[in-house]
């Protein structure tokens, strides 16, 4: 599926004039990631924003994909850019107001496009009223509604959590003289799910979006809502057991083993109310951020199972740093079938929190145009829903910001080793020969290099070999047959080289091969009435009962089964 040849390239724009109640549209949707801050600038503050992202849905639409996640636009002091909400009901002035949201959403659900928005509520800001009053006395009616905690007797924090941040989980407050509890940054207090009032309060603000039109949400760190009640200390774990997928490997975060800070088994319970209030508007849907480098996928499946739970999750297995091998795609994917036979994932190789895919996994690869058509032609195949992150379509590279225009206080608290997440924050490319690619007519919050101003949209806009026509041909050639959607999924191969796999589903198999290496890869072919689907330009080629893969080539092939063989 390097370019399909039998799925014509057709930029065209749908128009939905109805929106059909699908109450499964998320299992196997496509979802595109905004990072409203560098999407589209549309009032020239260098900053993008709501109205931003509605003049760009045609483009969004026009890739074929099933919704849009926003990540937050909340009000909020933007310590944290928008992952500190101060006010979990109104729209930061920076990215416009309401009324906005509302105008972005009606043309989003006209163009045939569901609205996922980003829920923080693990923690909020520390200028959330209701902070204001929990800390201003040991009484008050909101005292409990985040985690407050005495000193030991020489002072110290209760226990020894760490922020993924960095130092302390615990930070003194001279007003209660207590600490209280923090995962993130110090501004961002963590909430107190113990407390039946803190749950009510924060489902208030889910409903809130639901009435207003909101098709589901990305539930942010959906791992770390409840802590253990009995503060115990984290044990420490073995140097060779430390794990560099959540945090970065000069962070001792990764010293530890979160027993108790995270992951307690009374999340569960809240899961289930979440879901409660999701059902009663039938189509709405939830996708949850594991963030634990230790039982990522375990949790995933656990919070998935059944159907009281969230929809979907997603952890760091594809978004850490190791490289992708045909192995890590077979294991990871068998393990959660496994422990999850009835839960569901949502892949990702990219987002707004890791290095771009473009970068990380491409620095040996002489071909990355050939590399990263292999890599979404792979995403797109597998069982699970996917989420784009915006400007991978393009195959934006990592950009390296530079100490001094550095904005994200996680790099800048870990520079130089880690530089933190602006790098794949940089606002998006549009237009090759307009100022600032096309994102703003003024100076943008963050650099954009030239590097990236030459692959932008209208770079690529027809040119039939692009990475941006790969990802239209091959988001078509998914819709096209139901097995990517809604299959399950086989593997049928151990090749060092290869993923080969079935996936069957309503009486057909579609079969699939992948070719991860740069070398030519040989494979049996499917035994059986399969017929070849039209992939020439795909690297891919079938002679007797062989399969020839060329360098990141692909190969696919189809049957009606016939009643014994369904699965």
């Not at 509604?145 to 110290?156: E, I, L, M, N, R």
């Not at 109310?273 to 499946?301: C, H, K, Q, S, T």
């Not at 690529?460 to 091959?474: F, T, V």
């Amino acid at each position: 599926m390097n370019i399909i040849q039998d799925i014509k390239q057709d930029n065209a724009t749908p128009v939905v004039t109805s929106r059909e109640m699908d109450t499964d549209w998320w299992r196997g949707a496509v979802i595109y990631q905004i990072y409203p801050r560098s999407f589209q600038d549309s009032n020239g503050d260098g900053i993008g924003d709501l109205r931003g992202i509605t003049q760009r849905l045609d483009y969004i639409a026009s890739l074929g994909v099933d919704a849009i996640w926003i990540s937050p636009f909340f009000k909020s002091p933007m310590l944290d850019f928008g992952y500190d909400v101060s006010d979990y009901k109104s729209v930061d002035p920076i990215f416009g107001n309401l009324d906005d949201f509302d105008e972005m959403i009606a043309k989003a659900h006209a163009l045939g496009l569901k609205v996922m928005i980003d829920q923080v509520i693990s923690h909020s800001s520390d200028q959330h009223e209701w902070f204001s009053e929990s800390r201003s006395s040991k009484d008050n009616p909101k005292s409990d509604w985040y985690v407050w905690a005495d000193a030991k007797q020489d002072g110290t924090p209760p226990n020894n959590w760490l922020s993924i941040f960095g130092g302390s989980a615990w930070q003194w407050d001279t007003t209660r003289c207590q600490y209280y509890l923090h995962n993130f940054l110090a501004s961002q207090p963590d909430l107190n799910f113990h407390n039946m009032d803190v749950q009510d309060a924060l489902l208030d603000t889910v409903r809130f979006w639901l009435d207003r039109g909101v098709d589901g949400f990305r539930l942010d760190t959906i791992n770390f809502y409840v802590h253990s009640a009995g503060l115990e200390s984290n044990p420490g774990l073995p140097t060779e057991q430390r794990n560099s997928s959540i945090a970065p490997e000069v962070n001792p975060y990764n010293f530890q083993s979160h027993l108790y800070d995270k992951n307690q088994p009374e999340n569960i319970a809240f899961l289930k109310r979440f879901r409660a209030l999701l059902n009663e508007y039938p189509a709405a849907a939830a996708v949850g951020e594991v963030g634990d480098a230790e039982r990522g996928l375990d949790i995933v499946a656990e919070y998935t199972s059944g159907v009281d739970k969230v929809h979907m999750c997603y952890s760091f297995d594809f978004l850490s740093p190791e490289k992708l091998s045909a192995e890590k795609v077979r294991k990871t994917m068998t393990d959660f079938e496994t422990q999850a036979p009835d839960g569901w994932s949502c892949w990702a190789f990219s987002n707004h929190d890791v290095m771009r895919h473009a970068s990380r996994w491409t620095a040996d690869i002489e071909d990355r145009d050939a590399f990263l058509k292999m890599t979404t032609t792979l995403i797109l195949s597998l069982r699970g829903s996917v989420c784009l992150y915006q400007g991978e379509e393009l195959g934006l590279p990592e950009v390296d910001i530079p100490f001094e225009s550095l904005q994200d206080p996680y790099g800048i608290q870990f520079w130089p080793k880690f530089k933190g997440r602006d790098g794949c924050r940089t606002p998006m490319v549009w237009e090759h020969n307009q100022q600032n690619g096309g994102f703003s007519n003024v100076k943008p919050w963050l650099p954009i290099p030239d590097e990236h101003a030459r692959i932008a949209v209208n770079h690529q806009e027809g040119e039939r070999d692009s990475l941006l026509a790969h990802y239209r041909a091959a988001l078509k050639f998914r819709q096209q047959y139901s097995e990517f959607a809604k299959g399950t999924l086989k593997f049928v191969s151990e090749n060092e080289d290869a993923v080969v796999f079935e996936r069957h589903h309503a009486g057909a198999t579609m079969f699939v091969a992948i070719n991860m290496s740069v070398n030519p890869v040989t494979l049996p072919a499917p035994i059986g009435e399969f017929v070849e689907l039209d992939s020439s330009g795909s690297g891919g080629t079938r002679t007797n009962d062989q399969i020839n893969l060329q360098s990141f080539g692909s190969y696919f092939a189809r049957k009606e089964t016939v009643e014994e063989d369904k699965i």
